[in-house]
Every structure is written in C-alpha cells, then in structure tokens.
C-alpha cells in the first residue's frame, strides 16, 4: 500500500498474480483508503501505469472493474483523471476517519486495536492459507528485502499485510484495519521518512509473521506483529 505524500512504489518485472488488473485495482483502493486528497484523486490513466509498472490497458481494465463496482469515476477534461466515488469503502474510511477525530481517539488508541486486527487476520490467514496466497505475500516480503531505503521498505510493508489480509479473506476486520491505520497516517505529524534502525526492526518482525504463516512452530507471531507497529509508531 503506498503510503501518503510519498511516490507510488515501482513494480518489477518479477512474479506477479495471473490477473493484474484485479491486483491492481485491489493497490488503487489502498492508496484511496490512505489519500489525504478530499477528492480522492488517483491521476490520469497514463501516470497509474507508469508509476505501477504496468501497461495501459492493465490500467484501464482495473479501473473498469472499480468502476463497474462504484469504487471510482473517470472524469475528462483538463482536471481529468480517475477520481474516487462518494460510495463505497474509501468513503465509508473518510466518515470513519471524521468521527475519530471528531471523538478525539488518540493515535494510541487506534494502535493498540490495530495491533490486535492485524494479529487476528494473522491467524486467520495461516488457517485459510493457500499456495497462491502464500507466493503472493512471498513476493511482498521480497519487495521490502530488496527495498533501496527505509522508507521504500515501510511502504512495500502495506503491500505485505494487504496480501495477508487478503489471504484471511475478512473483510470486516480488513475495513476496521485499513480505518486505524488511514486515521493514524492522516494525524501523523513527524517525516514519513523511515530511519534505518526502525526499517530493520520492520523487516525482522515481518521475517517472523512470514515463518509463521509458514506454519514454523517457533514463531512469535503477537510479539511479531506488536514489534512492527512499535518500529512504524512513530512516523506512520
């Protein structure tokens, strides 16, 4: 998941999931969920192929299927580009956002349930576990191993528990996580940049939910998971 006010994370031409378009439209409703952008802007159909990796009909085919589910709208003209709808899960994460803040839920707050959402779909991926799941969350971790810096390695971390959660295939407890997570992001007042010290607690931490997804038995995975939320706390 691309983090906010940081550029789209460039995909190789490595493994990939058999149908990209889905894939990347799954990556689009991310990056909307963590927009700090009102009008949810996404850009031109051009920009989300180049920044993505992919080609042009790959781009515009997931935004068709967004489209077709009243996730985005495409809008022409000078101002033109794919834009978020007023429906759906991105709008429902903006009220969810407000009324946080509205009620003054600490960040801490929203860490702590966090925490414990991010552990349960955790668990629940290892029960539901499949090859293709697991090749896929494979390939995420490699993302974050082969990462050039800190803060490319925070950000392919979304992409790594995106592709838990949907290995758990849950969405309640998705939409509740990418909630906590958008409001915490949308309230962060420090750099997104990732010092190096937090970029390697990150990726130790992830190297054990990986193991346990795994099914190795030695794998902390509560400690795991709380650990990668103390190395992200404060920045993201």
Partial sequence: MTAPDT?????????????????????LLDELALSHDGDGALGPLAD??????VSLEVAVEATRILSDAQKVEVRRGRAGG????????????????????????????????????????????????????????????SLMQNAPDGTNLGQAWYG????????????VMHFLARSMASSILMRRTRSAELPDAAARELLAASSQILKHLDDAKAAPVVAAQSRCQKALENYW
Wanted: with cysteine; aromatic share 6%; charged share 25%.
């Fill in 160 to 171: 790594f528990i995106r592709d838990i959660a949907d290995m758990a295939s849950n969405p």
């Fill in 48 to 53: 989300i192929a180049s920044d993505y990796g």
């Fill in 82 to 141: 794919v834009y978020a709808s007023n429906t759906g899960p991105g709008r429902g994460l903006h009220i969810t956002n407000a009324y946080l803040s509205a009620s003054s839920v600490s960040t801490d707050d929203c860490r702590e349930v966090l925490d414990r959402i991010n552990t349960g779909m955790i668990e629940i991926a290892r029960q539901r576990r499949t090859a293709e799941g697991l090749d896929r969350i494979r390939h995420s971790f």
């Fill in 7 to 27: 550029p789209r994370l460039q995909h190789g031409q490595g493994h990939r999931p058999q149908n990209l378009a889905d894939w990347l439209a799954g990556r």
